[in-house]
């Protein structure tokens, strides 16, 4: 599906000639692979946010 959606913008790549481009929000270790591979590779630092109930909130701010 990612191959064609790179054909259908360029329009004059052939299969073979597309190149594989990502994106890895996750583990470095899975950008590296890709970029091993001789692909782009984007790494994006990206960790869910963290909800914290008001006593630790609270607890964090006192010893930091």
């Known amino acids: 599906m990612a191959r064609q959606n790179c054909r259908a913008q360029s329009g ?3 299969e073979n000639d597309a190149k594989l481009r990502v994106v890895n929000i996750g583990l470095q270790s ?11 590779v984007t790494q994006l630092d990206w960790r869910p946010p963290v909800e914290q109930s008001k006593e630790m909130e609270e607890l964090l701010d006192l010893l930091l």
């Open 12 to 14: 004059n790549e052939t």
């Open 30 to 40: 899975f950008a590296d692979a890709i970029s091993a591979q001789k692909a782009k």
